[in-house]
């Protein structure tokens, strides 16, 4: 099985909050929503953007990011 490393950071913090993680190569985006939440003990109160080589990933929703 493959699996990735991954660095979450959040921006705009100062001292930067991160987590390092290792997941399986078969995880979605969705999967990672939901590891995130639990790794920085987060309800899931806030919309989110994934950022990756640049490209934005997000749920869609009136007034945010078009997809």
Same mark, same amino acid.
């Given at each position: 099985? !493959?699996?990735?490393?991954?660095?979450?950071?959040?921006?705009?913090?100062?001292? &930067?909050? #991160?987590?390092?993680?290792? +997941?399986?190569? !078969?995880?979605?985006?969705?999967?990672?929503?939901?590891?995130?939440?639990?790794? &920085?003990? #987060?309800?899931?109160?806030? +919309?989110?953007?994934?950022?990756?080589?640049?490209?934005?990933?997000?749920?869609?929703?009136?007034?945010?990011?078009?997809?």
């Amino acid at each position: 099985m !493959t699996f990735f490393d991954f660095k979450v950071a959040l921006r705009g913090t100062s001292p &930067m909050i #991160w987590c390092r993680l290792r +997941l399986a190569g !078969t995880t979605t985006l969705a999967d990672l929503h939901y590891v995130i939440q639990i790794v &920085m003990g #987060w309800d899931d109160d806030h +919309l989110h953007c994934f950022q990756i080589f640049g490209k934005d990933y997000a749920i869609a929703y009136e007034g945010g990011l078009g997809l």
